[in-house]
């Protein structure tokens, strides 16, 4: 049997909010305001580049490390690094995820400069980059000056996305209108939807069989449940990582039924129950929505991250939920069949296929949390 989030921590919980009391019920229902913050204070400065950039941090990114740091030295201009400290070794061993990551960033820096009248140019790796892993070279020199051509229904959505980690309405539809829409708004890169029946489920298992291996895999596993935050006071302190607040985590974290050790012993019910979540979300995806690119260099990660995020957006603007479903695309060598499966579904002619995502209908979902963009200056 497969359990949503809501069935597990229901079961995991259930019996823990009576033991947790009445007294408990202020600490419960605590939400991680703090994390939540930069989303309202996006567009509240009068520098154009922290204008912009405000709204920047609030691009996707993989599992929430926020792997952007800017130099503001030089005027007019923001020089943007990735911050090497926040990198996924063990699923995204060549930073490939990051730097899509990166891509998104760029491409919310631009689409915000431009409804403020401001064009961004961007010279990429413009000391050189490594395709194998990143360093202190700039992944980024964006030039700011007057200009850019607006997009204010992209730039409306930037608020309202979230990555949509929730089953969805297996009884609605996506419709093929909506599809080419998404498909539409990729600029740089070839974009692909299917709301095949038969192209669904076998997308389906392969994304939650995808997350069979990962879990099942000890390093990679790890890499995620080191970067669980249980309860607000822990995604205040560190606002990234894997969001786990809300009342029944809260309850989970203060009768010690859910701890990282817990997530990590594989005869638990954590363990086996954050496996079932995640595959029962994968089998309600409705639609998948793909980028590929001809090769895999730094640039065309970039340029998949930029039109993920346009991608992303129209599908907010369209009420459309999306949760990236990255397992099958990870390098990692227990990953490879399931790497050859997807490309061979999604990529028959060749190339690398950057993102894929998930599709459908969800309940609205709390934002992320986020670092303020004052934490990502550095200069
Ligand atoms: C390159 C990339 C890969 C991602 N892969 C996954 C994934 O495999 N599963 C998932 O649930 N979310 C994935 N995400 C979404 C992030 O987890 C999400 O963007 C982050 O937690 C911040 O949340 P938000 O998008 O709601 O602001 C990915 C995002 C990016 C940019």
């Known amino acids: 049997m497969s359990l949503t989030r809501r069935q597990t921590l229901a079961i995991l919980g259930g019996g ?19 994390a939540r913050a930069p989303w309202a204070a996006a567009g509240g400065y009068d520098e154009p580049r922290m204008r912009a950039l405000s709204h920047a ?4 990114n993989p599992h929430n490390r926020q792997p952007w740091l800017v130099d503001l030295g ?42 403020d009248g401001h064009d961004v140019t961007f010279d990429l790796f413009p000391e050189g980059g490594n395709p194998d892993r990143l ?56 974009a692909a939807a299917t709301a095949d029946p038969d ?18 895999t000890d390093r990679t596993y790890r890499e995620s449940v080191d970067l669980f935050r249980i309860g607000a006071a822990e995604v205040n302190a560190n606002p990234d990582g894997i969001d786990l607040s809300g009342p029944l985590f809260e309850t989970l974290r203060l009768t010690r039924l859910f701890t990282r050790d817990k997530a990590l012993d594989r005869d638990g019910m954590s363990y086996a129950r954050g496996l079932d979540m995640v ?22 990660q970039i340029a998949a991250g930029r039109d993920w995020m346009r991608v992303n957006l129209v599908a907010t603007a369209l009420g459309l939920a999306v949760q990236p479903m990255s397992q099958a695309l990870q390098e990692f060598p227990e990953m490879a069949d399931h790497y050859a499966r997807a490309h061979a579904a999604l990529a028959p002619r060749g ?29």
Request: net charge positive.
């Open 16 to 34: 823990a909010i009576v033991a947790a009391g009445t007294g408990a019920g202020a600490v419960i229902t605590r939400q991680p305001g703090g």
């Open 135 to 190: 360093d202190a070279r700039p992944v980024a020199r964006c030039t700011f000056a007057p200009g850019g051509t607006a997009e204010p229904d992209l730039f409306a959505a930037i608020p309202h996305r979230r990555s949509t980690k929730e089953p969805y309405d297996t009884a609605r539809p996506v419709p093929s209108d909506a599809l080419a829409a998404l498909t539409a708004a990729a600029r740089h890169n070839q």
């Open 279 to 300: 595959r029962a979300n994968a089998m309600t995806g409705m639609a998948y929505v793909w980028l590929t690119t001809p090769g895999n260099t730094r640039a065309e």
């Open 199 to 216: 192209r669904v489920a076998a997308l389906r298992d392969l994304t939650a069989d995808a997350f069979s291996v990962e879990f099942a």
């Open 57 to 60: 941090i609030l691009a996707p």
């Open 351 to 379: 190339g690398t296929v950057q993102m894929l995502g998930r599709l459908g209908y969800g309940p609205r979902v709390p934002v992320s949390p986020r670092w303020p963009v004052e934490a990502k200056v550095i200069g």
């Open 74 to 115: 030089t005027p007019g201009e923001v020089t943007l690094y990735a911050d090497t400290q926040r990198l996924l070794p063990h699923t995204d061993p060549h930073a490939r995820q990051i730097v899509v990551g990166l891509g998104c960033f760029l491409e919310t820096l631009r689409v915000a400069a431009a409804e």
